[in-house]
């Protein structure tokens, strides 16, 4: 079965500071992959995804992140946050034979400034 | 383009009283999640439309909950009656295929007094 772990429930970054939030997963394939963004009283935005090819991906406000299969991971990266970036961060994992999408805990991101 | 629709976006009711929670997904999308969201927690699927057909509704609480796609474009999810622990956000999102991104709505936050 899938399962997704976001190892820290919070985090608190300065601003201008780099950002790197873990995301690691267990699936027995190669899944899909998406960081989603969700601000208080928000929906969720999408960050960016992966699916196939490069396993670097660029997303929206500056964000990237890296499929490391060998690692099971998927970790979120920005070089320097700002105060806007506050907000609540899922990582989700997808299966490709029954397109179910497993979400994990989240990780709330608090910025010092 | 318009996004993802839901309404009401607050609820408040007293335990035992029917709910119901309307989604409009974006226009042309085939396929319509609706997911429970938990405070602290990631979203967790309820059921999962492709068209007018609901394809996975293994997580939906069939005793109390019902949903509904008529002519596979907008969508009514249902509680009756409503328990303390219902007490939640509730997510519309929907994707042009299955596998696909999806886009979240802006939710309901159910309150069950």
């Known amino acids: 079965a899938q399962s997704v772990t976001q190892p820290d429930i919070h985090i608190t970054v300065s601003e201008g500071a780099s950002l790197e939030l873990r995301c690691n997963y267990s699936?027995?394939?190669?899944?899909?992959l998406f960081w989603y963004v969700q601000s208080p009283g928000q929906g969720l935005q999408l960050l960016l995804k992966?699916?196939?090819?490069d396993t670097l991906v660029q997303g929206i406000k500056g964000f990237e992140a890296e499929f490391k299969r060998s690692q099971s991971s998927f970790n979120l990266r920005k070089p320097s946050v700002h105060w806007s970036d506050a907000a609540e961060y899922f990582c989700?994992?997808?299966?490709?034979?029954?397109?179910?999408?497993?979400w994990g805990a989240g990780t709330k991101l608090i910025i010092k400034p | 383009e318009a996004g993802v629709v839901q309404s009401p976006r607050y609820k408040i009711i007293e335990k035992k009283q029917p709910v119901a929670f309307w989604c409009n997904p974006i226009?042309?999308?085939?396929?319509l999640y609706w997911y429970l969201q938990n405070l602290g927690q990631g979203p967790e699927l309820l059921i999962r439309?492709?068209?007018?057909?609901?394809?996975?509704d293994s997580q939906l609480p069939k005793d109390r909950f019902s949903a509904e796609r008529l002519k596979g474009v907008d969508s009514t999810l249902k509680i009756q009656p409503a328990e303390l622990g219902d007490s939640a956000v509730y997510l519309c999102?929907?994707?042009?295929?299955?596998?696909?991104?999806?886009?979240f709505g802006p939710g309901t936050r159910l309150t069950v007094l």
């Open positions: 999102a929907s994707s042009q295929q299955p596998g696909d991104t999806q886009y």
């Open positions: 226009s042309g999308h085939n396929t």
């Open positions: 439309y492709e068209n007018e057909e609901a394809v996975d």
């Open positions: 699936y027995g394939a190669t899944p899909y």
């Open positions: 992966y699916f196939s090819g």
């Open positions: 989700a994992v997808g299966a490709r034979s029954n397109y179910q999408l497993i």
